[in-house]
Structures are given as structure tokens and as C-alpha cells.
């Protein structure tokens, strides 16, 4: 069955150090792939997505991610945290017309 | 402002009742999905319509039941409910099938008393 691995459940990082969530999937093809956010009594808002062409596309906000097909892996990063960003990360994909969340990160953000 | 709207953003009820969520999607979209998110579970697919027919169903219990109106609003109805029903629903929307991503609602938090 297809599924999504978000093996950090809680990720804690200081003001201005970098940041990296990881996001495995499990599908034998490359499905569609999205990085969510919410905040704290939130929806979730679209962080960027990828569909095909340059493996690192560019988000909103200063995010980033790469897909890698050798490791079924689409891993989000951001140069410098900033106190904002801390929230709940969801890496999800879209596999003929469904769509599959991880469990989410949630990130801290030390002043 | 995702432009889905979800009413009402906070329910209490007790055991036993029943309730029901709206949804409307962004303007032109013509799929609706439902999720219930909770602390134990994550987010949860619970089903999928577009354009007013029922297209997917995911972990959706019985007892709930949904529909897409010919205007597109969504509505979940959740009966004979249970102290563990109590979560965050979501409503979100997408152009249709195969068209990107989803628009999420704020949800609508519902307490079971």
C-alpha cells in the first residue's frame, strides 16, 4: 500500500540555525508531492509542491525541497529558521486522485 | 484566505447526538474532501466527492455520512457520537481530480461531551 514516512515527530532548532524535515514515500512511480503547514488552530496552507521538471522547487515563506527519486525521498528545507515557522509540517502526495498525509512534524523554534 | 469555508469553527455536543459540518469550496472547485484530524490518529481521509458524486471513501466510520450539493457545498453528518469523535474536521478543495493540490478550511473542532 502507498504511504508517506515522516520519521521526525517532533524536531527542535534555534532562531536562525537551518532546517531539514524528512519525507519518504512509498509508490512505484513518482506521484505528485506537497509540503503543508499548519499553525496552531490553523488549516493547512501549501508550502510548494512538485509535479515534474527541476527536482528543487521553491516554496513559500523561504522553503525549499528536493525530490529524490533514487530515495522516494521530497526532504524540506530552510536556510534560517525564523520564530514564525514553528508549526506542524505535513509532507503528503497525490496518487491518481488520492491523497495520502505523513504524520506530520512538529517544529519548535528556540529563541 | 484558502477561500473554503467551514462552519461551524466550534461544536460541543454530548454522547449520542448528532451533528452537522458544511463546507463550501473555492470558488469553481468541484471536489471536496473531508478529514478528521485528532492527536492519536493524524490526518485521516475520511471521503471524497466531485461534482456532487461520491468518488472516493477513506476511513469514514458508518455512522458519518456525507454529501456534495448541485451548488457544491459539502456537508458531514456525524451521528450516535462518541466521546473519541471529538477532533479537528477539515473540509478542503480542488479543481478535480488529478489537478494539484488541496485548499484546506480552517476546520471545525468538535467537542464530545
Known amino acids: 500500500a502507498q504511504s508517506v514516512t515522516q520519521p521526525d515527530i517532533h524536531i527542535t532548532v534555534s532562531e536562525g540555525a537551518s532546517l531539514e524535515l524528512r519525507c519518504n514515500y512509498s509508490?512505484?512511480?513518482?506521484?505528485?508531492l506537497f509540503w503543508y503547514v499548519q499553525s496552531p488552530g490553523q488549516g493547512l496552507q501549501l508550502l510548494l509542491k512538485?509535479?515534474?521538471?527541476?527536482?528543487l522547487v521553491q516554496g513559500i515563506k523561504g522553503f525549499e525541497a528536493e525530490f529524490k527519486r533514487s530515495q522516494s525521498s521530497f526532504n524540506l528545507r530552510k536556510p534560517s529558521v525564523h520564530w514564525s515557522d514553528a508549526a506542524e509540517y505535513f509532507c503528503?502526495?497525490?496518487?491518481?486522485?488520492?491523497?495520502?498525509f505523513g504524520t506530520g512534524t512538529r517544529l519548535k523554534v528556540l529563541a | 484566505d484558502s477561500g473554503v469555508t467551514q462552519t461551524p469553527k466550534h461544536l460541543i455536543t454530548a454522547t449520542g447526538q448528532r451533528v452537522t459540518l458544511r463546507c463550501s469550496p473555492r470558488?469553481?472547485?468541484?471536489?471536496v474532501y473531508w478529514y478528521q484530524q485528532s492527536l492519536d490518529q493524524g490526518l485521516q481521509f475520511l471521503i471524497q466527492y466531485y461534482n456532487g458524486e461520491e468518488r472516493a471513501k477513506g476511513n469514514i466510520l458508518e455512522r458519518f455520512s456525507a454529501q456534495q450539493f448541485p451548488d457544491l457545498h459539502s456537508e458531514l453528518n456525524l451521528s450516535s457520537l462518541e466521546l473519541g469523535d471529538s477532533a479537528l474536521y477539515f473540509c478542503?478543495?480542488?479543481?478535480?481530480?488529478?489537478?494539484?493540490?488541496?485548499?484546506f478550511g480552517e476546520g471545525s473542532r468538535l467537542t464530545v461531551l
Open positions: 470558488s469553481g472547485d468541484l471536489s
Open positions: 503528503a502526495v497525490e496518487i491518481k486522485g488520492e491523497y495520502i
Open positions: 478542503a478543495s480542488s479543481a478535480g481530480p488529478y489537478t494539484g493540490e488541496l485548499f
Open positions: 512538485y509535479f515534474s521538471g527541476d527536482t
Open positions: 509508490y512505484g512511480a513518482t506521484p505528485y
